[in-house]
């Protein structure tokens, strides 16, 4: 098992010891010391917080009205949707780099979040809804017979019952947005202030100068929030990714 | 793991699931059922509409010259531009990387996902940090992982190194990293004499990519793997077990087949990658050198933003990746569909 696990260990042990070459910690201070280097995970903060929230209640909301609700060519609706569950971002780059130019959004939060959340959206759906359709319908009518309304029922009935799923859906959206790289890149540009988290090795390569230990040292840093977030929230990491990962 | 989260809450009321084939009650159920469009209508527009407007958007481009880009005339060329696709080796090429990805990775994910998970189900030594291990590189972003990969690969790297205290590099004359005799000898003779310990390089950068996807990928199979593993019924194994067969017999006579749907659902989740793969060969190799690492989404990008930017072509040439994805996921919902009667029954026998 120790010797398998060696390919694994090379690229986190490169990292490391890679960052304390040359001029040692001072990798780091120069690191903690670049211009807003807080920015790069304000920004990252922001995206992938406002990406989670929106992700999250409109697939809630969705999966409510597909299993529990009466919509007229639902199925029609759901392939519809399941049809962009596959959809590579770079294949919307084309037509998102226009658009966004042309209705003045480009270089806003909102030209990040708004394609990823609809990127996340077929999936999460795709995942809640399966699970939402195990919830028995019973429940739902003895509350309407209580009296209850859509908006009750939804949040006394559906958003609890939901819990689990809503840790795969935080953990899902958190990954796939807070390591982002292509729409952040193109949609923010790659001026200062408007960077993400990863983006920070970058800081240290210009055309003119590649400063690797630097490099390696800002690796450490970009990761270090993923690894300790990782580590502290193991068994939520694994069962989220695995319940996206299996249908 | 998902399986038994989305049972739970069946259990309990699982006899009033709704089983009216009664015409009369089931259509005052109807009736009573409050209307749901207003409820799936915010997630559809932001999804379905976005996507479909950019796929729309871009199947209006690729019908525009190649080199089109905004502000110029906008006239329809028709599908000169998927002809040009079609005649580019660079499309070609990409599209084979894509596919020997895809076999590669699966390959090489679903062996070691299916060894480290039987491994680490038997009882060993810090079995949560080599977990730990295994699936950090899923967790952390392939873009900041990206220069430490570029340095391990380097040809005064890790790798390199590490190759060197093995005695298959040595330092040559000129102060050159090179094989040591034997080896450049067995390589010329398998036509390969021009490959030096420099990976990246256009024979072998394409395996750079490879091999770093893998790596970051292997935790995700470890942990399907591991779920699924933790499913089977003891019963059985035991059974297997006081028949006589042995741990390698157990595992691939008793275990494999209990896995089939995860190596499945694998080979699903392997071909979305594939198809989607762009930061590590955007960011190790910049789909070089000499194109010989590019894949379709590093292709397009160069298209967009390369030296001269051709909305045209880029458009053209995500439409035909679309078309890729839209298959992939046609047999993922065909192959889910399968899926859920042999669960099913699966359910109701346990």
Not at chain 2, 21 to 33: I, N, P
Not at chain 2, 244 to 270: K, M
Not at chain 2, 291 to 312: D, Q
């Given at each position: 098992?120790?010797?398998?696990?060696?390919?694994?260990?090379?690229?986190?042990?490169?990292?490391?010891?890679?960052?304390?070459?040359?001029?040692?910690?001072?990798?780091?201070?120069?690191?903690?010391?670049?211009?807003?280097?807080?920015?790069?995970?304000?920004?990252?903060?922001?995206?992938?917080?406002?990406?989670?929230?929106?992700?999250?209640?409109?697939?809630?909301?969705?999966?409510?009205?597909?299993s529990?609700?009466?919509?007229?060519?639902?199925?029609?609706?759901?392939?519809?949707?399941?049809?962009?569950?596959?959809?590579?971002?770079?294949?919307?780059?084309?037509?998102?780099?226009?658009?966004?130019?042309?209705?003045?959004?480009?270089?806003?939060?909102?030209?990040?979040?708004?394609?990823?959340?609809?990127?996340?959206?077929?999936?999460?759906?795709?995942?809640?809804?399966?699970?939402v359709?195990?919830?028995?319908?019973?429940?739902?009518?003895?509350?309407?017979?209580?009296?209850?309304?859509?908006?009750?029922?939804?949040?006394?009935?559906?958003?609890?019952?939901?819990?689990?799923?809503?840790?795969?859906i935080?953990?899902?959206?958190?990954?796939?947005?807070?390591?982002?790289?292509?729409?952040?890149?193109?949609?923010?540009?790659?001026?200062?202030?408007?960077?993400?988290?990863?983006?920070l090795?970058?800081a240290?390569s210009?055309?003119?100068?590649?400063?690797?230990?630097?490099?390696?040292?800002?690796?450490?840093?970009?990761?270090?929030?993923?690894?300790?977030?990782?580590?502290?929230?193991?068994?939520?990491?694994?069962?989220?990714?695995?319940?996206?990962?299996?249908? | 793991?998902?399986?038994?989260?989305?049972?739970?809450?069946?259990?309990?009321?699982?006899s009033?699931?709704?089983?009216?084939?009664?015409?009369?009650?089931?259509?005052?159920?109807?009736?009573?059922?409050?209307?749901?469009?207003?409820?799936?209508?915010p997630?559809?527009?932001?999804?379905?509409?976005?996507?479909?407007?950019?796929?729309?958007?871009?199947?209006?481009?690729?019908?525009?010259?190649?080199?089109?880009?905004?502000?110029?005339?906008?006239?329809?060329?028709?599908?000169?531009?998927?002809?040009?696709?079609?005649?580019?080796?660079?499309?070609?090429?990409?599209?084979?990387?894509?596919?020997?990805?895809?076999?590669?990775?699966?390959?090489?994910?679903?062996?070691?996902?299916?060894i480290?998970?039987?491994?680490?189900?038997?009882?060993?030594?810090?079995?949560?940090?080599?977990?730990?291990?295994?699936?950090?590189?899923?967790?952390?972003?392939?873009?900041?992982?990206?220069?430490?990969?570029?340095?391990?690969?380097?040809?005064?790297?890790?790798?390199?190194?590490?190759?060197?205290?093995?005695?298959?590099?040595?330092?040559?004359?000129?102060?050159?990293?090179?094989?040591?005799?034997?080896?450049?000898?067995?390589?010329?003779?398998?036509?390969?004499?021009?490959?030096?310990?420099?990976?990246?390089?256009?024979?072998?950068?394409?395996?750079?990519?490879?091999?770093?996807?893998?790596?970051s990928?292997?935790?995700?199979?470890?942990?399907?793997?591991?779920?699924?593993?933790?499913?089977?019924?003891?019963?059985?194994?035991?059974?297997?077990?006081?028949?006589?067969?042995?741990?390698?017999?157990?595992?691939?006579?008793?275990?494999?087949?209990?896995?089939?749907?995860?190596?499945?659902?694998?080979?699903?989740?392997?071909?979305?990658?594939?198809?989607?793969?762009?930061?590590?060969?955007?960011?190790?190799?910049?789909?070089?050198?000499a194109?010989?690492?590019?894949?379709?989404?590093?292709?397009?990008?160069?298209?967009?933003?390369?030296?001269?930017?051709?909305?045209?072509y880029?458009?053209?040439?995500?439409?035909?990746?679309?078309?890729?994805?839209?298959?992939?996921?046609?047999?993922?919902?065909?192959?889910?569909?399968?899926?859920?009667?042999?669960?099913?029954?699966?359910?109701?026998?346990?």
């Open positions: 098992m120790a010797v398998l696990v060696i390919p694994f260990v090379i690229p986190l042990f490169t990292m490391v010891q890679g960052s304390l070459q040359g001029i040692g910690w001072g990798n780091y201070t120069a690191v903690f010391q670049l211009d807003g280097l807080w920015l790069y995970f304000r920004n990252s903060i922001i995206i992938s917080a406002s990406t989670i929230a929106m992700v999250y209640f409109l697939t809630m909301a969705a999966s409510f009205g597909f529990k609700l009466r919509i007229r060519n639902k199925e029609l609706f759901f392939w519809l949707m399941m049809g962009a569950l596959t959809m590579p971002e770079v294949v919307l780059l084309t037509p998102l780099v226009i658009t966004a130019s042309k209705v003045g959004m480009a270089g806003t939060f909102w030209a990040v979040i708004i394609p990823l959340t609809a990127l996340q959206i077929p999936f999460t759906t795709l995942l809640t809804r399966s699970y359709d195990g919830i028995p319908d019973a429940l739902f009518e003895a509350a309407r017979i209580d009296g209850a309304g859509t908006w009750r029922q939804f949040w006394s009935l559906l958003v609890p019952l939901a819990k689990p799923m809503a840790v795969a935080v953990v899902l959206v958190l990954i796939n947005s807070w390591n982002a790289y292509l729409l952040p890149l193109v949609m923010l540009g790659q001026g200062s202030g408007n960077q993400v988290v990863t983006q090795t970058n240290f210009s055309q003119y100068r590649v400063d690797e230990t630097k490099i390696l040292a800002g690796a450490v840093v970009a990761a270090l929030p993923e690894i300790v977030a990782y580590i502290t929230l193991q068994r939520f990491f694994e069962r989220g990714m695995a319940a996206g990962a299996i249908k | 793991m998902a399986d038994s989260v989305s049972n739970a809450p069946k259990s309990s009321l699982v009033h699931a709704p089983a009216t084939s009664g015409s009369g009650a089931s259509q005052r159920r109807r009736y009573r059922t409050p209307s749901g469009l207003q409820w799936i209508l997630g559809f527009v932001v999804s379905v509409g976005l996507i479909y407007f950019c796929i729309g958007y871009s199947g209006y481009i690729s019908l525009l010259p190649w080199n089109w880009r905004p502000g110029n005339p906008e006239t329809i060329q028709g599908f000169a531009s998927y002809l040009r696709a079609f005649n580019s080796p660079l499309f070609w090429t990409s599209l084979q990387h894509t596919l020997v990805f895809f076999i590669v990775a699966y390959v090489v994910q679903t062996t070691m996902g299916i480290f998970a039987a491994i680490l189900h038997s009882k060993v030594y810090a079995a949560t940090l080599f977990k730990v291990i295994i699936f950090l590189p899923v967790v952390i972003a392939p873009a900041i992982m990206a220069p430490v990969h570029r340095r391990v690969f380097a040809v005064d790297g890790p790798i390199n190194w590490i190759l060197q205290h093995l005695g298959l590099i040595q330092i040559n004359g000129l102060g050159n990293r090179d094989w040591v005799g034997w080896l450049s000898t067995a390589l010329s003779h398998i036509g390969q004499g021009n490959v030096t310990p420099n990976w990246i390089q256009p024979s072998t950068s394409v395996w750079v990519i490879i091999a770093v996807q893998i790596w990928s292997i935790g995700m199979a470890f942990i399907l793997f591991y779920a699924a593993m933790g499913q089977i019924d003891p019963e059985m194994l035991e059974a297997a077990r006081i028949d006589g067969a042995g741990n390698i017999r157990v595992l691939l006579w008793v275990v494999v087949p209990n896995l089939r749907p995860t190596i499945v659902s694998l080979a699903i989740l392997n071909a979305i990658t594939s198809l989607k793969l762009f930061d590590f060969p955007y960011l190790i190799t910049g789909g070089g050198p194109h010989s690492s590019e894949f379709l989404g590093t292709y397009i990008y160069s298209e967009l933003f390369g030296v001269s930017s051709h909305y045209g880029a458009a053209t040439l995500s439409v035909l990746l679309l078309i890729l994805a839209l298959a992939v996921s046609i047999i993922m919902s065909v192959s889910t569909r399968e899926g859920r009667p042999r669960r099913k029954v699966k359910g109701v026998r346990v």
